[in-house]
């Protein structure tokens, strides 16, 4: 029901990986009275929702229970036709237990259990640049396999006890995520071009673009079999959770100290089961050959940390002051070549914040962090783990109906690891890259406001914008594609010093403008990404290696029938403007079209 967003310094409790902050998805909390909301939406492309939600508490005990089932036919078209879309369900369960009003302690006691699975028939493969400009949304036949299944559980038991100046918490917690992806991954042939290189070269490759097409027949050959792969994936993760804060005053100064211990783990298993088709009449039919695994592998990682923090409050100054230490030990077995590896990372994560109240709205914060990532238990022995200091430094304007934040942020970076996903050719998923040194400046500004204009009428503003600016301190060359200035000419070329990063935009932005009356809401959106990078580069950009600028309108409008009954509607895309967000892995993709949804809700 709700996001938590940690940035700078406060996301040292969070762990590694934080270098670009930490979110935590809030879930609705157990209601003290009877409460339910039951939701319904339809759209175009057959979109579909449906939610039910009901809780309460009952003398010491209380449960919430919700279930959400969502999905779509899909906005692509296939040229052989049938469904590009998605069904999924989620179900999700909360048991508590409190002590009584009258115990010494306050106690709860939380059992929550989730389980989730989908059903898409997503695709990676996209188009030429032409037939992108003649039909956008177009799926060719070499995808018409492609079909992604999950299944998702977790549980999570969770103690927290406080008594005056002191609270713990203690959670225990299991994750297990399983998927299976059948998909597009190019050719078979050892010989035969990158899908992605076919795609951006069209007029070279004739005969592999009909082949995609499926306008011509395959002649048999490894060279014109179409790589359909079955991405096996299998993770866990589990541990141990301890928090302990207490409130403490000395002279002028409060103390709100937090110590946290964890023990986590966590495993992947990788399969990698490549089949080959023909094309034949326009349809992919079976080769009916056996082919090894291309990659079976099994990771795991345990891990301890520790840290402490301490937020002090001392007249108009708050620092927010803390110290983690993480003890990694990963594990790497490839099951093909009965290799295993391993590997040991220790590491001291400090930072520091600071914020001073000038007045009773405005305020200045800096704030100085250490960022780290660890490397992946099979990492080779030449990758580094990524580390960084980051600098955040700004002013906060606070009143009761207007808030506003102008941040700079710096993060300079000894190394930065790339890490190849499904959707990185030319490398073994989880394979990782040393960058060197990389520089990454910019700022950010946000406003959220509310004026009221009449009686029983209110216009709520928020605002969000972010400047970038990246640039590799060091010129290397490097075989993870996405560090390939060359990548869609088919050829390995270096990175230079001063080239800028892919795929991070200089400019985005975000306005979101209402009007609320009492039983009635409108909502106007518009968001701005600037033209993008592919590639590393410099200078202008070049046609066909980054992606084009753009600017979507969202509205979005409610209206109470009665106490209870909200009827709602939403149109994403109002314009029905389509660009390409990305020419990776495998040619240019769409955004999302317009489209339009219509519901109600109603609360129990």
């Known amino acids: 029901s709700s996001v938590e967003v ?110 989730a699975d989908e059903e898409s028939d997503e695709a990676y493969l996209g188009l030429t640049d032409e037939d992108f400009t003649a039909s956008p949304n177009r799926r060719y036949v070499a995808s018409e396999l492609d079909l992604f299944e999950s299944r998702h559980y977790q549980a999570q038991l969770s103690h927290h006890v406080s008594h005056d100046e002191w609270q713990l918490t203690s959670r225990a917690y299991y994750n297990r995520f399983s998927r299976d992806w059948f998909k597009f991954d190019g050719f078979v042939g050892d010989r035969a071009p990158a899908a992605a290189v076919v795609l951006a070269n069209p007029d070279f490759f004739t005969r592999e673009l009909a082949l995609l097409r499926g306008e011509v027949d395959s002649n048999g050959s490894e060279r014109e079999t179409i790589d359909v792969t079955d991405f096996v994936r299998d993770f866990v993760s589990k541990g141990l959770d301890l928090r302990l804060k207490y409130k403490l005053s000395a002279a002028t100064m409060d103390h709100h100290l937090e110590f946290g211990l964890r023990y986590h783990y966590d495993t992947v298993q990788r399969k990698q089961d490549q089949q080959g088709f023909l094309v034949s009449s326009g349809r992919l039919v079976a080769d009916g050959r056996s082919r090894p695994l291309t990659l079976s592998n099994d990771w795991e990682t345990d891990a301890v940390a520790l840290y402490l923090s301490d937020q002090i409050e001392w007249g108009k100054l708050k620092l927010d002051l803390g110290l983690r230490y993480e003890s990694i030990d990963g594990r790497a077995e490839d099951r093909l070549t009965t290799s295993i590896v391993r590997n040991q990372q220790d590491v001291f994560l400090p930072g520091i914040g600071a914020f001073y109240g000038l007045n009773d709205a405005w305020g200045l914060l800096l704030g100085i962090n250490r960022g780290f990532s660890p490397a992946s238990p099979g990492a080779a022995g030449d990758v580094d783990p990524e580390e960084s200091i980051n600098y955040e430094y700004g002013f ?166 009665r106490d209870r009954l909200m009827l709602k509607m939403v149109v994403e895309n109002v314009a029905d403007e389509s660009v390409v967000v990305s020419r990776r892995p495998f040619g240019a993709r769409p955004n999302l079209p317009r489209l339009f949804k219509i519901g109600v809700t109603y609360g129990l």
């Not at 939600?53 to 919700?66: H, M, V």
């Open 6 to 115: 940690f940035k700078g310094p406060s996301a040292i409790k969070h762990g590694p990986h934080t270098v670009g902050g930490a979110l935590n998805l809030v879930t609705p909390a157990i209601s003290e009275s009877a409460q339910g909301r039951l939701e319904a939406f339809l759209g175009t492309t057959s979109f579909q929702k449906v939610r039910a939600s009901y809780g309460e508490t009952r003398g010491q005990w209380g449960y919430r229970l919700d279930a959400l089932r969502f999905g779509s036919d899909g906005f692509k078209r296939l040229d052989t036709g049938g469904d590009t879309g998605f069904v999924r369900n989620d179900l999700n369960a909360k048991l508590q237990w409190r002590s009584d009003e009258e115990a010494g302690i306050d106690q709860t006691l939380q059992l929550k259990l989730g389980y």
């Open 396 to 561: 906060r304007y606070t009143t009761t109906d207007l808030r506003a934040e102008v941040i700079g942020f710096f993060n300079d970076y000894k190394n930065l690891l790339g890490r190849c996903g499904v959707s990185d050719p030319g490398c073994q998923v989880g394979e990782e890259f040393n960058s060197g040194e990389i520089e990454v400046a910019g700022a950010e500004f946000t406003l959220d406001a509310n004026f009221a204009v009449a009686a029983g009428l209110n216009v709520p503003v928020s605002f969000a914008y972010t400047y970038t600016e990246t640039a590799f301190q060091n010129s290397f060359t490097s075989s993870f594609s996405q560090w390939n200035p060359g990548f869609f000419s088919g050829i390995q070329e270096p990175v230079l010093r001063g080239y800028e990063l892919p795929y991070t935009p200089e400019h985005q932005a975000r306005l979101q403008v209402g009007l609320r009356g009492i039983d009635w809401g409108v909502d106007v959106a518009v968001r701005h990404v600037s033209e993008m990078r592919e590639v590393p580069g410099f200078g202008a950009f070049e046609e066909g290696e980054s992606s084009e600028a753009y600017s979507i309108v969202d509205l979005s409008a409610n209206y109470t029938l």
